[in-house]
């Protein structure tokens, strides 16, 4: 065991605990840091209070919208879920790698100058992840919401070159459940807005990661589709939180050896139907083995381009130089609420095997082990951790962006995101 | 009352720029400006549980992490559980013949009819229940020892970091500040101290022998196969939790209702809203949860005038119609008011603030700005927003110099109930009737073309006199001063017709 040398009174327990955020696309983490979970984990969206409907704050389009639901949904998180002022409290934000600078600039103005915290630090989610299992060189796997995020880190440094983006997340598996689900039920289950689920884009440019996804997630609502009058009416509807929840409750990620037993023509019995219920008039909605076993399979197809999220991981692999290919392999680490699925790890550790030895990648690739992390946590939240445990130490004090130099420049200078910019043993690292 | 929760008729402008209604707002007396609760301050005053209306002070709700420790919310639909009691008959341990009864508790919900008995949980023997002996079935403990474990690696391995850092910079610090330490009876941590550092580090000798005894996670090659009974096996939504239920418990997000906790309940929090400008508090309230009134509560309906929209003629695009408003004085002193319109208000606004700036360049100098910071915190704001309502109608107003006065609010005379309106000889004519502290007005409002379906939105600046009875700090007139103050007024005049 560790001795500790903060009981003595360093100093550090008498400063007030830095609150740690990690805004997800779909559920927003929160609580202190130095603590081993969040206080609470909550859908990042807000009701508008005039038209009772909910609203996505990622989905906002114009600035000011979006600053507005972010202030209205902080203020929530700071006065329902920590409970205390934001004022003169330090902050850690994750951020991942596609976080957009004008995101970044944003939530700095809120902070500082909405809530008037007083200093702001950004960590990005992949590298403080390794945190959570105290290993400098992992591969990290982000199944979040909208994208699957494949980043390796090599002794606490990202490789920025080998990063890989799909939109393989659980938008795309509940796409996939609307869309067989509609192949059975009638059209007009499907009739609110409230069951569009957001299409995600991630534009994959090297060279410049941070300025990647400005366009990342695009909400549109195709034509057809109704403002319904009635709030009562909606219970009767599929919504996207239904889809959700049947995605949550009921599918799971198939083995390896009954696709392919399908593929081959002679599938398994598939698993048994649930009858769901919805609406007030409780209709039934027969979720069919057929979609509980398939939906995840989406984020594991090679259609088109070849990318499925195991091809990721093998790419993120061979896009490292041959030393450290057999350390990331040996260490990677599935992150984010996806990862969660039952199954989900049992499956892509079987598709690795399988692929490395298939002509796609037997000679690009040497490596045939796979090891898997498991970090102290629930996958949804192990980014958090990382930050969470990296924000305890010093180097809150000593890194983040003050308010006072805030104040003076109005901007948030590159050093604050510790991208490139990590503790490693106690040396400074820059690239 | 009901028009007091719900008003979005007639809008002010606060002094940020976002609209609100009058009963939304608080109205600075020091500042003397609108304030609004997204330009105020919040601060959390004190921790309450809103079931048990126990008051937590600051510190012991931090340590307990924001919970209650003896009230309960049902980890199946969220509300919060109730004690229930029961007899149970014991056998007597010493007598097998004889069956004692026993009182036994146990928690319920009465929304969902969840019981700690559904997670198979013990009942107690006492109506206080502890919840240590739930606590047992947690799984995670060994991730919370491990989490204290990489806590304490990441801090050596911030302290190593700053340690090199200071290393660094000892370089280049002057001798003097080294060397103070061989005079007798200042030792090295009162030097620091006294430099305004940090207190000394552990030596990184000490660190790095302690880091090399931590032991980094190890990754496995085998994972968990998928059960091969979920082919098979019925799915029983009913045992499965959804995703709120899991959320609720983050540390452990069942995935099976059986492992299910009652969770302590999350602590409400009385608040208070301070002016961002001047530092004082606009809202206030007592510390009683269960009281609802406030010790200081500046609500700009005390103060500002208020405005309803009483009738508005048809509106149609281009044709006149007649708006009349009512203005009531809230206040304990006669109010003057007169009406500006948006644009010449902007205009005087314009010329005040580049007189202010020259002014300021001229007179005070840097001298008295640096003094100022020196014994102030710079205040923090966000700039002022342009205001977000599209004005779609014109309104007449009467000349600026024309007013009208209210006299105070009269309490007695709320209970008047002759229901006599009656219209002062010397009023203008555009003042319809005068019921004690409130007058009618009438306005010609032309509503714009092309906006056929459209709101039809009326703006103009309200002028009003207000008695400020707070001296200004450094001035020693203490009589109460009457100030002009004006405020931005929205109202929405209804519907525009096509005919
Ligand atoms: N405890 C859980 N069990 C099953 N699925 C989960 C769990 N937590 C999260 N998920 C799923 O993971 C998805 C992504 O979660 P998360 O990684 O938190 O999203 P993001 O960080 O992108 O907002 C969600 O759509 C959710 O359905
Ligand atoms: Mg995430
Ligand atoms: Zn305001
Ligand atoms: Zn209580
Ligand atoms: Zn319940
Ligand atoms: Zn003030």
Same mark, same amino acid.
């Given at each position: ?431 | ?214 032991? +980094?996670? /190890? ?6 196969? &998928?059960?091969?009974?979920?082919? !098979?096996?019925? *799915?029983? #939504? %009913? ?65 500002? +005038?208020? /405005? ?6 048809? &509106?149609?695009?281009?044709?006149? !119609?007649?708006? *009349?408003? #009512? %203005? ?172």
């Amino acid at each position: 065991m560790l001795k500790t040398f903060y009981e003595g009174g360093m100093g550090l327990t008498t400063e007030k605990q830095a609150v740690v955020f990690d805004f997800g696309n779909e559920y927003t983490k929160v609580g202190y840091a130095g603590e081993p979970a969040p206080r609470s984990i909550l859908p990042t969206e807000l009701r508008c209070p005039e038209t009772g409907r909910i609203q996505r704050v990622f989905d906002a389009v114009t600035f000011d919208e979006k600053y507005d639901l972010l202030v209205e949904f902080i203020h929530t998180l700071y006065f329902r879920h920590l409970l205390v002022s934001p004022k003169d409290r330090r902050v850690i934000i994750v951020e991942s790698v596609l976080c957009p600078t004008t995101l970044r600039n944003m939530l700095a103005k809120i902070f500082f100058m909405h809530f008037e915290v007083s200093s702001l630090l950004f960590v990005p989610s992949h590298v403080v992840s390794l945190s959570t299992l105290g290993v400098n060189t992992a591969l990290v796997v982000d199944m979040g919401a909208t994208e699957t995020v494949v980043i390796p880190v090599f002794e606490n440094v990202a490789v920025l070159h080998a990063w890989q983006a799909q939109p393989l997340g659980s938008f795309a598996v509940k796409r996939q459940i609307t869309d067989m689900l509609k192949k059975y039920e009638s059209p007009e289950l499907f009739r609110t807005r409230d069951c569009v689920i957001p299409a995600t884009r991630v534009k994959v440019e090297k060279t410049e990661p941070q300025e990647a996804s400005e366009t990342s997630a695009e909400a549109g609502v195709p034509e057809g589709y109704e403002e319904l009058e009635e709030r009562e009416e909606d219970f009767n509807y599929i919504t996207e939180k239904h889809i959700e929840d049947i995605k949550v409750r009921t599918c799971f990620v198939t083995s390896l050896a009954r696709v392919q037993k399908a593929e081959e023509g002679n599938p398994c019995p598939p698993p048994p139907n649930v009858d769901y219920l919805i609406g007030r008039s409780s209709r039934i909605v027969n979720i069919s083995g057929e979609i509980r076993e398939n939906a995840y399979n989406v984020l594991f197809e090679q259609d088109g381009d070849h990318i499925s999220v195991p091809t990721m991981i093998l790419d993120a692999i061979s896009k490292c130089p041959v030393d450290m290919r057999k350390p990331l392999a040996e260490n990677v680490l599935l992150i984010g609420g996806t990862a969660m699925a039952t199954g989900m790890r049992a499956r892509i550790c079987e598709e690795l095997k399988s692929l490395v030895v298939s002509p796609q990648y037997c000679d690009k690739l040497k490596v045939r082990t796979f090891k898997f992390h498991t970090p102290p946590a629930k996958e949804n939240f192990a980014a958090w951790l990382g930050a969470a445990i990296y924000g305890a130490s010093d180097i809150v004090s000593t890194r983040s962006l003050s308010k006072e130099a805030y104040l003076r420049d109005h901007q948030v200078p590159d050093w604050v995101s510790l991208i490139h910019n990590v503790f490693h043993d106690g040396t400074k690292r820059s690239l | 009352m009901s028009y007091l929760s719900k008003s979005d008729i007639v809008k002010y402008a606060c002094t940020c720029g976002q609209l609100k209604s009058i009963t939304n707002m608080y109205f600075c007396r020091h500042c003397l400006k609108l304030r609004c609760g997204y330009c105020v301050c919040h601060e959390v005053d004190s921790h309450y549980c809103s079931n048990c209306l126990e008051i937590l002070p600051s510190a012991e709700a931090r340590l307990k992490k924001n919970r209650c420790q003896t009230c309960f919310d049902c980890p199946n639909c969220l509300n919060t559980l109730a004690v229930r009691g029961t007899t149970v008959s014991v056998r007597d341990p010493d007598d097998p013949s004889k069956v004692n009864s026993q009182k036994k508790y146990y928690h319920a919900c009465f929304f969902c009819r969840w019981t700690t008995r559904d997670a198979g949980l013990p009942d107690q023997a006492v109506q206080t229940v502890s919840a240590n002996g739930w606590t047992h079935k947690e799984t995670n403990s060994s991730n919370v020892q491990r989490v204290t474990v990489l806590l304490e690696r990441a801090r050596l391995l911030g302290t190593l970091e700053r340690h090199e850092r200071e290393q660094r910079e000892k370089k280049f610090t002057p001798r003097s500040r080294r060397t103070f330490t061989h005079l007798p009876g200042v030792t090295s941590a009162h030097v620091r101290k006294r430099a305004g550092l940090p207190p000394e580090l552990p030596a990184p000798s000490t660190i790095k022998d302690t880091l090399a005894e931590f032991q +980094p996670a /190890v990754a496995k090659e085998s994972v968990n196969p &998928l059960p091969e009974e979920i082919f !098979t096996k019925a *799915v029983n #939504l %009913f045992e499965i939790t959804t995703m709120p239920q899991r959320l609720a418990q983050p540390e452990i997000q069942p995935v099976f209702c059986v492992d299910l906790l009652p969770a302590y309940k999350h602590l409400s929090t009385k608040r208070s809203q301070r002016c961002r400008e001047c530092e004082h508090n606009v809202s206030k309230p007592e510390l009683n949860p269960s009281s609802t009134k406030f010790k200081i509560q500046q609500a700009a309906y005390f103060h500002v +005038p208020e /405005v309803r929209l009483v009738t508005a003629g048809a &509106l149609i695009g281009g044709k006149d !119609t007649e708006v *009349v408003l #009512l %203005f009531s004085n809230p206040s304990q002193h006669p109010t003057t008011l007169s009406f500006i319109s948006l644009r010449e208000a902007e205009e005087e606004e314009g010329n005040k603030q580049t007189e202010d700036t020259s002014d300021l360049a001229d007179q005070q100098g840097e001298a008295a700005s640096s003094l100022s910071s020196l014994t102030k915190p710079a205040v923090v704001l966000e700039e002022p927003r342009p205001i977000s309502i599209k004005v779609t109608g014109n309104v007449e107003l009467p000349s600026p110099d024309a007013e009208i006065t209210l006299p105070p609010k009269d309490d007695a005379a709320e209970y008047d109930y002759s229901g006599e309106t009656h219209k002062s000889h010397n009023d203008p004519k555009w003042v319809m009737h005068r019921r004690a502290n409130k007058a009618a007005v009438s306005f010609t409002v032309t509503p714009e073309t092309g906006f056929t379906g459209k709101r039809c939105v009326i703006g103009f600046v309200l002028r009003y006199t207000y008695i400020n009875r707070i001296p200004s700090p450094g001035s020693f007139d203490q009589k109460p001063q009457e100030v002009r103050l004006d405020t931005r007024l929205f109202v929405d005049c209804g519907k525009i017709c096509s005919k």
